[in-house]
């Protein structure tokens, strides 16, 4: 009785894991996920959280710091505006949450423990820790090993879990997919900081988006249909920055395409199987066709090439999806130039068509679906140029601070594509 008022009283989201939270005996609120932590647990979270030596402090973002804690493990501390404010440290905690109830698991990655509020109002979460760097081109590489690792991921973050009994599939959307959120080793990647991120009802996604024709300019959408992809989070947030960074840009961009060739694949495999079972099953059948086209287009030549002109299509993809998100107030950084903007647009939509005709010539039944995606993907990413001119016309402020009439690197400056 006490538990229940105490959530309603603070009209606290509802937290399931192993058990529901309770307040102990020192007055801390505890959030139990895969583990109910003893006194000792929580007293030592709070020593390992209040180190002065920096050299134990893994990690530090914008809502918090972590810190290790025990050998595979690490707390977390969070930053709140004041003693009321829980929103920023609930929102992750209770994503790792609803991870554990739903099963859901990613290779290497963070696993929620426990969290907790003590009676000062300050919150800590336990989880376990990820292995690696961050990736950066000059300290820790991609390499074709962990990209392949983290394809691992990124698969079983867009498959999702199904609820034979509900007929329903959820898939775990990463929208903030950033470089700071991934380790790498040499061998493996892993992924961390799930707070931004979603579990989302593909049945009301297709719904949504597919058959309901709900779609407008959306930087997270797939290459194959009007849904989002954490595979299109990672090119966006981490891979482009990356590659412009890079000393060996086409190396890694070549090792990241015969990865993504095994997305494909694999995705292909997963719609044409979920398709048997599904409201939907002729539009999953499409997409099925349509993954395995993509990944066909992605396999290497007998000189362990991939086509110049999918390698191409590729780069523009990935470097519209970050223009678009850098237009965004989600990207602080962000900056846009509406008329080299403009330009790349209407280049991209050429480069396209005259691909697509000569696929038509051809026969070529896999570049003809691969480059009518193209050209529907940006059907609906031109709409960004009217939403451009809008947001001038009414002046915008936080978008006026993002304009610049200097040219902005992309991709094609830092890969052979002709």
Known sequence: MQISRILHLNNRPYFSGIKSPYMDKSGNYIIPIKACPSADDINAAIKAATKIDKTEKDMEGCNGK??????????KTYKTKNKEDFSIPEREIRMLDKMYDLGIRFPNSQNGCYAFRTPASEYYLVSTKVEGENPNPSAMNLTKENLFSLINIICAMDKGQYKPSQKTFYRFMN?????????????KAGVYDFEYSQVENITNKIQERIYGGINGVNCHQSDTSFLPSS??????????????????????????????????????????????????SEILENIARKENAHASLLCKDEKGNISQDI???????????????????????????????????????????????????NNDKNRII??????????????????????????ISYFMQKITKEKMKTLNDVLTLE
């Open 66 to 75: 972590a810190f290790f804690f025990g050998e595979d493990l690490i707390v």
């Open 175 to 187: 929208y903030d997919f950033n470089g700071k959120n991934i380790k790498v080793t040499p061998k």
């Open 231 to 280: 595979l299109r989070s990672f090119e966006l947030w981490t891979l482009h920055n990356y590659l412009l960074k890079s000393p060996n840009a086409d190396k890694t961009f070549n090792d990241y395409l015969s990865a993504k060739r095994k997305y494909h694949y694999e995705m292909s495999l997963y719609y044409r199987e979920i398709a048997q079972d599904c409201y939907f």
């Open 311 to 361: 390698k191409k299509a590729e780069a523009i993809k990935i470097q519209m999806a970050s223009f678009l998100h850098q237009r965004t107030p989600f990207c602080a950084t962000g900056i846009v130039n509406p008329d080299q903007l403009t330009q790349y647009v209407a280049d991209a939509i050429d480069f396209f068509s005259k691909q697509l005709n000569i696929a038509q010539e």
């Open 370 to 395: 691969y480059y009518e995606d193209c050209m529907e993907l940006f059907s609906s990413w031109e709409m960004v140029i009217p939403e451009i001119e809008g947001l001038i016309k009414n002046n």
